[in-house]
């Protein structure tokens, strides 16, 4: 069932509004005793924007003490922590304004990129707003982009973090599909663009994850720690349309303690 006019509208105000922020702020780093030095790059998926609880000093990067970086930081002590993920950011944002921290001492790496690039945002828009047919149109034209030129974006990433952190052990996180099919949802998107939204995300996932492990880079998949937790599963842990509009189509706190985090302390 589609959506109402006005409920179209918000979703696409919304939804250009989600991964819509840019710029890197500086980084957050605390000292300590134990543990590797841990930088943690990456987008908002990363940065935590979703589940509140925000560093005042990150800015529009909009930092959270509740994304999986600062728990896992919370719980280990590393050596240092330096927090750099930022909401909205590319990956030529990581490789412009995130890197700085990196160097011969680091330990551990994290990272989520890529989404913002193939723009699903955009997708995301035209699948609110336009029909079925140019909705998975959009999709497919995401996919495209995402079998041809994300590989060589992920690469350039992937290559200045080994260059600049020789010794760390790098993880890499995928993105989580956005809706559980036959769910809860009663009115919004049809079946099929949610099909053809969460196969995206199957697609950036494995592109990701292959760019990941030529590198000899570990991949975190987090889209089998969501399910049973997607949109219309009745047990959210990604936010659907939500105030303020940015933090709509993320994962929550929970989708940060218990998507997010055991993945990436499985890998790490």
Not at 29 to 58: C, F, I, K, Q, R
Not at 79 to 85: D, G, H, V
Not at 162 to 170: D, E, F, G, N
Request: with cysteine; glycine share 12%.
């Amino acid at each position: 069932m589609k959506l109402s006019r006005l409920t179209a509208t918000v979703g696409a105000f919304v939804v250009g509004a989600v991964l819509a922020l840019t710029g890197a702020g500086a980084a957050h780093a605390t000292e300590n005793s134990a543990g590797p030095a841990y930088v943690a790059l990456g987008d908002s998926y990363s940065s935590g924007v979703g589940a509140g609880s925000y560093d005042s000093a990150s800015g529009s990067c909009k930092r959270s003490t509740k994304a999986y970086p600062a728990l896992w930081a919370a719980s280990h002590a590393p050596a240092s922590f330096n927090f750099t993920a930022c909401s909205g950011a590319k990956t030529s944002d990581v490789l412009n304004n995130q890197l700085g921290p990196l160097g011969s001492g680091t330990g551990l790496v994290s990272i989520s990129i890529g989404g913002n690039d193939a723009g699903f945002a955009d997708i995301m828009t035209t699948c609110v707003l336009q029909s079925e047919s140019a909705c998975v149109s959009a999709v497919n034209s995401a996919k495209t982009f995402v079998q041809n030129t994300l590989p060589g974006r992920l690469d350039q990433v992937y290559d200045a973090i080994r260059a600049k952190a020789p010794s760390a052990y790098v993880v890499v996180l995928g993105y989580p599909r956005f809706y559980k099919l036959s769910g809860t949802c009663v009115v919004g998107l049809s079946e099929t663009e949610r099909a053809a939204i969460n196969s995206g995300a199957d697609l950036l996932n494995s592109v990701t994850a292959k760019r990941a492990a030529d590198h000899g880079f570990s991949f975190g998949d987090v889209a089998t720690a969501f399910t049973g937790h997607e949109i219309c599963s009745g047990s959210a842990w990604l936010n659907s349309v939500t105030l303020p509009v940015d933090e709509s189509y993320h994962p929550t706190a929970a989708g940060q303690s218990g998507g997010y985090l055991p993945v990436f302390s499985a890998a790490a």
